[in-house]
Each structure stands twice: as structure tokens, then as C-alpha cells.
């Protein structure tokens, strides 16, 4: 019903910056585990699933892949689109989707704020957070608590172009 | 590329930092328990290439496992690179796996995020994809580099890979593609294969830029390509196989060709495509891909006069 309003990347980044601010306050009714979890649950399900199609990965990375839930992606890629892209841009797997990672790439273009993140790397994904919310995961760092392995593995420095032209 | 050579060092990553262009191909496993089939296909494509690609259930069919294959390979002194796909195990499989290939003397490894399952005959299989192909890359690279687990846990003796990845240059979004590819070698990936490579204006654009970007010199590039059987095989590769693009001068050629001499004249197509693009800036070889046809791909080495191959 509000998908159309994935075609707005930019407004959607606005509003990221505004409802994570207007979040805070309410820090203290937001606990892994409290009273109040199935509540937040519901209401981040209904909110981010009507827009994104969100699948409740628990460790939302919106933002990094331009307003555009890369778990609609049927092979649950976190860092960009595989080799299987048809030609008119659609998924492999399902032909009539458009694929998330091309959708994803236009929209970061049209984000002044966080479209450069598109190009970040992204680990694992912690399973153990699915169909929890990431809401109480952000405030908590528990969605960015990295394996550690991977989080004392340097980096090979590469060069990369943040901008690109509209595909 | 400055960084120092580890021993034991892998053949194939030894011609590529001494500059020849190299030569390496797949071999398509064998649906059988004998492994004298998979001795037959090395044989013929150890003569002529300098990496032998162990494929991971192609096209999502099940045959006999990549890293079975490459115990075979190894202990036949035979050089594998070992193709490594999300698809089918999770990372506690994926690890112990490059690890116990690493055992058994595989220096290669090629990480792939991989076709999906309803590409293959049991679309009913769950999908895995618990990495992707670059998350699997950093991991690879991790084992090797820091000697531990994704847990960080110690390795006691870390595995000396030389870590590929996979590019296809011609699927949308055709802008991003380089980054990826930068993306991936800042993940870990020290060779390229690409995808089938038809449409050459294509590949030169994609490469001009990867060359822009300078990541021809982070990163060997083996540029993909194959023969095509017939013009209805050409049909079908573009029309069914995923992030296949062949141009329609191509199909057409075939298509001009009587049925008969369609296989001859697929062949020289090939040989013609990897004259072009030995000559594009930046690739460091080829990777032939001819599914169970061994005995054609030695054809085309020998005819775009890619032999001998340097090291034996």
C-alpha cells in the first residue's frame, strides 16, 4: 500500500535521520527481552512492512542499501547484487521482481546522505536475530556486535568511486 | 600485489605474478562414484590450462563434490582451484571445508555466491546463502591471514589460499559493476574470473574502467569465455542461463552456418574472442568454461596458440 514510497529514497533518508532522533526518548520502554518487546515487534512489522517489505532480519541496514530491504532478495545477499541479473534488470530467481540490488542502486544514487554507504562492506548476518527488532537491537549495539574474527580482520585498502551515474 | 609470496605457493598464482597470460578451465564433475571420470577430464585439460576449476554442483545439479574433486586432483599433482559456493552449506560447513581442502594440498579457492536451487533439478531444496559470495571471501581471507575461525578461534596451521571471485561485467547495474569488483577485491580476492564474455565493446568499457580504478593491478582478471554448440544452444544460453549475454551478430553467425558446421564455426568464434581479448588492456588470461567437453577446449588452446603452457 506504501511501497510507492520507496520511489521517494531521499524523503525515506530524511525521516531515517528524524525517527531515529524521535526514538531516544523512548530508550527506556525499549528493552531486549522487557515487557514491552512484543509491542515494538508488532508495530516496526506493520511500519517497515508496509513500506519495505521488511523481513524482520533484526539488523536493518536500510540505509546502507538505499531505502530498499535487501532481504526481499531471494538469495538474502547483503552486499550487492550476484552475477544473475537479467538484462531488463530483473531477478534471476523470481523474473517478474525487479532486483532489489538494482532498485537499491538507483535509489542510493538519489541519496545525498547515507548513498555513499552503499558501498560498505557488510558481514554476516547474525541469525539469531531474526524476527527480533532492530529498533531495540540498534539502541542495545546488539546488531552490530561483529563474530570476532572478522571484526579484527584488516581491510585491503582499495580505491572506490562514491559516485555513479543513474544505471 | 607487492605482498610477499607464501609457501607453498600455487602454480597458477606463480604464472600470473610472473606475467604470462594464463590459461585455466573447468572441469565439470562427473555424476559417478569412479574417479577415473574425473581423471579422464583432467588429464586432457592439464595439458593445456594452468588451473583446473573444480565446479560446485553446476548450474545448481547435484554431481560428485568440489572438494572431492580437488582430493583427487591433488593427489594426482594435478593444480585445482576450488569453487566454493553460498548455496548449499552454512558457514560451519563452509569453513571446515577450505580448511580440509586446504589439507589436502588446494592453494585455489574461488568464492561464488552461486546459481540459485530452482536453477538446478530439485528446485525444491532449501537455499542456504548463510554468506555471500564476498562475506565467504573475507572469510577465507581471515582464516589464512589471521589463522582464526569466523569465532576467532585459532587455526592451528592457517591454509595458504590464493582467493578468487567472480565478476560478470555485463549484468545490470552496469555502473556499479567495477565497484563491485573493487568491492571484492577489498573483501579479499586476489584473481578474477568472469562470466562468458561475447559482447566485447562491453568487456573493453567495463575494463577501461577497472583500469581506471587501477584494480587490474590489485587483482589477476581472467576474462570468461566458451564455444558455443549450435545457434540453438546460443538461444538457450542467453535466454535460460543467468547473466549470460551473447550479441546478436554472434547468434546470427551461427545461425547463417548450416547445422552440420554450427559446432566448427562456435569454435572459431571462441578462438576469434580470445584473440580480442588478449588484447584488451588488463586481462591477465582466460577461463574456458565448455561443459564436459574436455577435448574441445584443448582444441581451442592449441588453436589460439595459448600453448605451451609455462610451468609443468
Redesign the interface.
Request: aromatic residues 8%; contains cysteine; charged residues 15%.
Given at each position: 500500500m506504501f511501497r510507492w514510497l520507496q520511489h521517494f529514497p531521499h524523503f525515506l533518508e530524511l525521516l531515517y535521520d528524524l525517527f531515529e532522533v524521535s526514538l531516544q526518548p523512548l530508550k527506556k520502554w525499549f528493552k531486549p527481552g522487557g515487557s514491552t518487546e512484543p509491542f515494538v515487534i508488532a508495530v516496526e512489522k506493520l511500519g517497515k512492512g508496509t513500506v519495505f517489505n521488511c523481513q524482520m532480519c533484526g539488523q536493518c541496514i536500510l540505509h546502507s542499501t538505499g531505502m530498499t530491504c535487501p532481504m526481499n532478495c531471494?538469495?538474502?545477499?547483503?552486499?550487492?547484487?550476484?552475477?544473475?541479473?537479467?538484462?531488463n534488470?530483473h531477478c534471476?530467481?523470481k523474473p517478474e521482481m525487479k532486483?532489489v540490488?538494482?532498485e537499491a542502486?538507483?535509489r542510493s544514487l538519489k541519496m545525498p546522505k547515507y548513498g555513499h554507504q552503499f558501498?560498505s562492506?557488510?558481514?554476516?548476518?547474525n541469525?539469531q536475530l531474526q524476527g527480533s527488532s532492530s529498533w531495540i537491537n540498534m539502541f542495545y549495539d546488539i546488531d552490530t556486535k561483529l563474530?570476532?574474527?572478522?571484526a579484527?580482520?584488516r581491510?585491503?585498502?582499495?580505491?572506490?568511486?562514491k559516485e555513479?551515474?543513474?544505471? | 600485489m607487492t605482498k610477499e609470496i607464501k609457501a607453498p605457493c600455487s602454480r597458477l598464482e606463480e604464472i600470473l605474478r610472473a606475467g604470462h597470460f594464463a590459461v585455466t578451465a573447468e572441469l565439470n564433475p562427473p555424476d559417478s562414484a569412479d574417479p577415473e571420470d574425473v581423471y579422464r577430464a583432467a588429464r586432457v585439460l592439464a595439458e593445456i590450462c594452468d588451473g583446473i576449476n573444480a565446479v560446485d554442483a553446476s548450474g545448481a545439479n547435484c554431481h560428485i563434490s568440489s572438494v572431492a574433486m580437488c582430493a583427487l586432483l591433488t593427489r594426482a599433482g594435478y593444480e585445482p582451484v576450488y569453487q566454493v559456493t553460498c548455496r548449499d552449506r552454512n558457514r560451519i560447513a563452509i569453513q571446515g571445508d577450505m580448511l580440509g581442502a586446504a589439507a589436502m594440498g588446494v592453494l585455489n579457492v574461488l568464492c561464488l555466491t552461486g546459481d540459485d536451487v530452482t536453477a538446478g533439478d530439485q528446485p525444491e531444496a532449501k537455499r542456504v546463502f548463510d554468506f555471500d559470495s564476498i562475506q565467504l571471501l573475507r572469510t577465507a581471507r581471515m582464516m589464512r591471514d589471521e589463522g582464526v575461525f569466523l569465532s576467532g578461534r585459532k587455526i592451528t596451521t592457517p591454509p595458504c589460499f590464493f582467493l578468487g571471485a567472480a565478476a560478470n561485467p555485463f549484468a545490470p547495474p552496469h555502473d556499479w559493476r567495477p565497484q563491485r569488483l573493487a568491492k571484492k577485491i577489498a573483501a579479499g580476492a586476489q584473481f578474477i574470473q568472469t562470466q562468458y564474455c561475447f559482447d566485447i565493446p562491453r568487456l573493453k568499457e567495463y575494463m577501461k574502467r577497472v583500469t581506471d580504478l587501477g584494480l587490474d593491478k590489485q587483482a589477476f582478471i581472467l576474462a570468461g569465455v566458451g564455444p558455443l554448440k549450435s545457434a540453438g544452444a546460443a538461444e538457450f544460453m542467453r535466454s535460460k542461463v543467468p547473466g549470460v549475454v551473447i550479441p546478436d551478430n554472434i547468434v546470427d553467425r551461427l545461425k547463417k552456418t548450416p547445422k552440420e558446421r554450427q559446432q566448427e564455426e562456435g569454435k572459431k568464434i571462441c578462438i576469434e574472442l580470445i584473440q580480442e581479448i588478449r588484447e584488451i588492456d588488463g586481462v591477465a588470461g582466460i577461463h574456458i568454461m565448455a561443459y564436459r567437453q574436455e577435448e574441445l577446449v584443448a582444441d581451442i588452446v592449441k588453436q589460439a596458440r595459448l600453448l605451451p603452457r609455462p610451468i609443468k
Open positions: 531471494p538469495k538474502h545477499l547483503r552486499n550487492g547484487p550476484c552475477g544473475g541479473v537479467r538484462q534488470g534471476e530467481v532486483c540490488w538494482v542502486y538507483s558501498a562492506l557488510q558481514p554476516p548476518m541469525n563474530p570476532a574474527g572478522w579484527n580482520t581491510d585491503i585498502p582499495v580505491n572506490f568511486i555513479g551515474q543513474d544505471d | -
